[in-house]
């Protein structure tokens, strides 16, 4: 477990961090959203120790995290950072070297990763003769190669394509899968809902909310609901505590001003007949988003 304590960081008068706490769990996927100037690459390079907090402390397993840990933690930033004239298996061998792997171990796991990740037929090609795309990908696979306990992406689905946005879901999901925390930040937030299974919001260098996608719809998410039938669905403009937003045949979009005038609503459902749904409104992350950071 990867946990963030009371972060805080100030750059001269201005305060990017405030009190930033929140925690990244093995085996899952934790997306961290904001806007630009939010405070997601300066939280993320407290966390890896190319900055240091002002206040607060950054914990793996209980205990602070020490030089020897960050070691073995994987990292893409959001700017490019690999050799450009170096070969892409070369490099990729050579970054698993120099976290500890032997040559044997470090040619399989690049060449496996390469091969996951779409790039086995550009592996001898060098990284600057690449497509910005598949720069992309060399460097999530130099982030991964060493098989990290904590692995930390900085927008690492920016400039893929659809097809490489799902390739690169599928190795990020099975290195958490395997035990990794992941933490990345993307300004795609429809990919972000889709992968991940923990999400933090910061804006104003604030975690705004945290926690389970299901956790933040309850605590931001509409309070509408969704009645389809059989039958004709029109009685529900009648029905006490109910106003009705939007209604099509068997099909009624409701607010409730009670959970008994809710449940009245299906209650009478039922005794008119079959009930084929009965669900809240879906929210999407995007519209939690705007709600918390407004």
Request: glycine fraction near 12%; aromatic fraction near 6%; charged fraction near 25%.
């Amino acid at each position: 477990m990867l946990e963030l304590h009371h972060l805080g960081k100030r750059f001269g008068e201005r305060l990017a961090l405030d009190d930033v706490s929140f925690r990244v769990a093995p085996g899952r996927l934790t997306g961290f959203v904001g806007g630009n100037g939010a405070g997601k690459t300066t939280t993320m390079r407290i966390v890896l120790g190319v900055l240091s907090a002002d206040a607060g402390s950054v914990a793996l397993d209980g205990r602070p995290v020490a030089d020897a840990d960050r070691r073995g933690f994987g990292y893409m930033p959001e700017e490019r950072g690999l050799y450009p004239k170096m070969r892409v298996l070369e490099q990729t061998v050579y970054l698993a070297r120099l976290h500890g792997w032997s040559p044997a171990a470090a040619r399989r796991n690049a060449v496996e990763l390469l091969d996951r990740l779409g790039l086995a037929e550009r592996a001898g090609d060098t990284v600057e003769s690449l497509s910005l795309g598949n720069q992309q990908r060399a460097q999530i696979a130099a982030a991964l190669v060493h098989r990290p306990e904590v692995l930390v992406l900085d927008e690492p689905f920016s400039g893929l394509d659809p097809m490489a946005v799902e390739t690169v879901q599928g190795v990020l999901a099975d290195a958490a899968a395997g035990g990794a925390c992941v933490l990345f930040s993307s300004h795609q937030l429809d990919i972000v809902e889709r992968l991940c299974d923990d999400l933090v919001i910061i804006a104003g260098g604030r975690v705004r909310a945290a926690g389970s996608g299901e956790e933040l719809r309850d605590e931001h998410g509409s309070d509408r609901w969704e009645l389809l039938t059989a039958g004709d669905a029109g009685w529900v403009r009648d029905m006490p505590g109910v106003e009705v937003v939007a209604f099509d045949g068997g099909w009624a979009l409701f607010e409730a001003e009670t959970d008994a005038a809710r449940q009245a609503v299906l209650a009478e459902a039922l005794r008119r007949g079959e009930v084929a749904g009965f669900t809240r409104e879906h929210t999407t992350l995007a519209q939690i988003f705007k709600e918390v950071v407004r």
